[in-house]
């Protein structure tokens, strides 16, 4: 079963960017899809980027043109580019695989992403 790992969330000011990283451990990480998404306290979790297996991304209305999702299949690894970043982008963050459009695996830890001046 696949098991992720996030890193890379911190305390940043408004404006700031950040880089996240997701690992992926077993077999078959390049044929999936794969996404980001984040839960801030007291809400739903979220997805906000995805990246299909053959590259094809998609964001969320609230992060489009801010954020950016990759994959380097090499390393089992997607990443989430969080640029222009605003206090309500404040959440924990955790990746994850899709299938039909939903979360697939077992939850990691997530990162905790804070955007505070």
């Known amino acids: 079963q696949v098991q992720l790992v996030e890193s890379g969330g911190g305390l940043v000011q408004p404006g700031g960017s950040l880089r996240l990283s997701c690992t992926a451990s077993?077999?078959?990480?390049?044929?999936?899809?794969m996404g980001w998404y984040r839960q801030a306290p007291g809400k739903q979790r979220e997805l906000v980027a995805s990246?299909?297996?053959?590259?094809?991304?998609n964001y969320a209305a609230s992060v489009k043109g801010r954020f950016s999702i990759s994959r380097d299949n090499a390393k089992n690894t997607v990443l989430l580019q969080m640029n222009s970043l605003k206090p309500e982008d404040t959440a924990v963050y955790y990746c994850?695989?899709?299938?039909?459009?939903?979360?697939?695996?077992?939850w990691g830890q997530g990162t905790q992403v804070t955007v505070s001046s």
């Open positions: 077993g077999r078959g990480f390049l044929f999936y899809d």
């Open positions: 994850n695989t899709l299938r039909d459009g939903t979360a697939a695996a077992p």
């Open positions: 990246i299909t297996n053959y590259g094809s991304t």
